[in-house]
Structures are given as C-alpha cells and as structure tokens.
C-alpha cells in the first residue's frame, strides 16, 4: 500500500470534458508534484508544490490547472484537452529539500 | 538541453546471472543520482540513490558512479525473475530531476 493515493485510476474523458485528477499522501511531506509518463519518453515534470505553494510550472499548457489546498492533497483540473495529453499522470510526493520521491499509483488518462 | 541517456532494451539475462543497467547524463555539475523501479502498470518505486564516486551497496543492488565519465550503473546481482521491470535513472541537474526514458530488465528463469 502506497503512502500517496491516487484516484480515478483511470480515466476516458471527451476533448469537451472537464475532469480532475486527486492525490493524497499520508506521509508528512510538504513537496508535492504532478509528472506526465508518455511511452517512449522520460517522465516530464508538469508542477511542483513546496509548502502549498507552487514553485514550478514546467511551461504547461493552461488546459492543465493544478491545485493544493494543503501539504495533503493534490489536484489536477483537466480541461478541453486534446488526444496527445493521453498519459499516465502520476503523483508524488517528498520531504521538503529531499530529492527522494514516493510515486502514486498513477492515473492512465485517454482523451477520445 | 540537460539530458540522461539510457538503453531502452529489452536487456536479457538468466536468473541467477548480473544483470548492468548503464545510465548516462549530460551536465556535468550533477550531485544527485538516483535509480526507480517501474513493474508494469505499477508507478516507479526508488531502489537506490548516490551521490558520491566509487560503488554503494545495498542487499543485491550496487549503485556505481563515475563523474569524470559522466554514467552512474546499477548491477543487480542473483537477478530473480521478480526483478523484471523498467528502471529508471534520474539525476538531479541544477534544480531540477531529470529522468531518462528507463531500461527493460528480463530475467528468464
């Protein structure tokens, strides 16, 4: 059982849809980030959350808008987005100024 | 562009056997290094970290880093079939993590 928690698992979505993916880690950390895992090609960094505030936008299309609440939970607000954003997006979560990242179970998107 | 090359593979080996997973990285300046696990349909798990020259050990992982050459490796000894996954390298690169795209292990019984 993984300490970051992932939900849906998966998710078919239209390009119209208005979806949001949401983490929750039960560990104490206070870092928090969203990866995109495409086949064929290395994890891409999407955003980063260091005490509930953001500290990373890796030039992410708006139709990606990212949510903290608290150190907690996560949230990834989907919108209008387009057949390429099909991925396994996945959580995770760090100590704060640890490098060492604990992953969630990951979320496999498909835009139809 | 920094970036952390790796063999995609499949890389094939006995059960029993070694199984070396090279990982190569661009800048030069890199501090941190690090080795994921990824099972199939299973979110990457951390197996390794190091940091400084030479071999670290851990059960039947060694973590092996050169900077003058710029490649960190990860031998796993006894290799079971159960360590069939992807791994994947990541090296910290001024601020950021940078993951290569990972190494298909196969260990046939």
């Known amino acids: 059982e993984t300490g970051v928690t992932q939900t849906p698992r998966h998710l078919v979505m239209g390009m119209t849809n208005k979806k949001s993916l949401k983490c929750e880690q039960h560990?104490?950390?206070?870092?928090m980030y969203w990866y995109k895992q495409s086949a064929k090609k290395p994890l891409e960094l999407m955003f980063v959350?260091?005490?509930?505030?953001?500290?990373e936008n890796n030039s992410v299309p708006s139709r990606f808008s990212p949510e903290c609440p608290n150190s907690s939970h996560l949230f990834l607000h989907l919108h209008t987005l387009q057949p390429e954003d099909s991925a396994l997006y996945l959580c995770?979560?760090?100590?704060?100024?640890?490098?060492?990242?604990?992953f969630g179970s990951g979320t496999q998107l498909s835009v139809l | 562009q920094k970036e952390v090359e790796q063999n995609s593979g499949p890389l094939s080996v006995p059960e029993g056997a070694i199984a070396s997973l090279n990982c190569t990285y661009s800048?030069?300046?890199?501090?941190?290094f690090f080795w994921y696990r990824q099972y199939s349909g299973k979110s990457p798990e951390l197996i390794m970290s190091?940091?400084?020259?030479g071999d670290k050990e851990d059960g039947r992982f060694t973590a092996q880093l050169n900077k003058a050459s710029q490649y960190v490796s990860l031998l796993i000894r006894d290799s079971q079939p159960s360590d069939s996954a992807t791994y994947l390298c990541?090296?910290?690169?001024?601020?950021?993590?940078?993951f290569g795209t990972g190494t298909r292990l196969q260990v046939f019984p």
């Open positions: 959350y260091s005490l509930e505030e953001r500290v």
């Open positions: 800048d030069r300046g890199s501090q941190s």
């Open positions: 190091i940091y400084s020259n």
């Open positions: 990541a090296v910290r690169s001024t601020d950021k993590l940078i």
């Open positions: 995770a979560s760090s100590p704060l100024g640890d490098e060492k990242l604990f």
């Open positions: 560990l104490g950390h206070n870092a």
